[in-house]
């Protein structure tokens, strides 16, 4: 079993900086891409950002040039810096990896417990 972890939520203020964690525990033998995703009341989970085990990344375009999505291997851990935020970047975001436990076994989808961003106008 795999469990993740976020951390770093809370209210701030439009144009304010927020860093998210996740940190992955569990039997892992390897983490292929992790990411974060949020989902407003009444709206779907969308894809904010997303990063590979060797480092490639992918963004939602509502985030690029203001989010940054990093991850320490070492760690099992995952990064969101989130600069400039806005108003409409309030949500819960959910911790996402695709996690092989076993090497002879195919990967599963893990999720976080979500953690509440609040910005403020």
């Known amino acids: 079993q795999v469990h993740l972890v976020e951390s770093g939520g809370g209210l701030v203020q439009a144009g304010g900086s927020r860093r998210l964690s996740c940190a992955a525990s569990?039997?892992?033998?390897?983490?292929?891409?992790m990411g974060w995703y949020r989902q407003s009341p009444g709206k779907q989970r969308d894809l904010v950002a997303i990063?590979?085990?060797?480092?490639?990344?992918n963004y939602a375009d509502s985030v690029k040039g203001r989010f940054a999505i990093s991850r320490d291997n070492a760690k099992n851990t995952v990064y969101l810096q989130m600069n400039s935020l806005k108003p409409e970047d309030t949500a819960v975001y959910y911790c996402?990896?695709?996690?092989?436990?076993?090497?002879?076994?195919?990967?599963?989808?893990?999720w976080g417990q979500g953690t509440q961003v609040t910005v403020s106008s």
């Open positions: 990063i590979t085990s060797t480092g490639a990344t």
């Open positions: 996402n990896a695709d996690v092989k436990s076993r090497s002879y076994l195919a990967p599963s989808a893990y």
């Open positions: 569990g039997t892992i033998f390897k983490i292929n891409s």
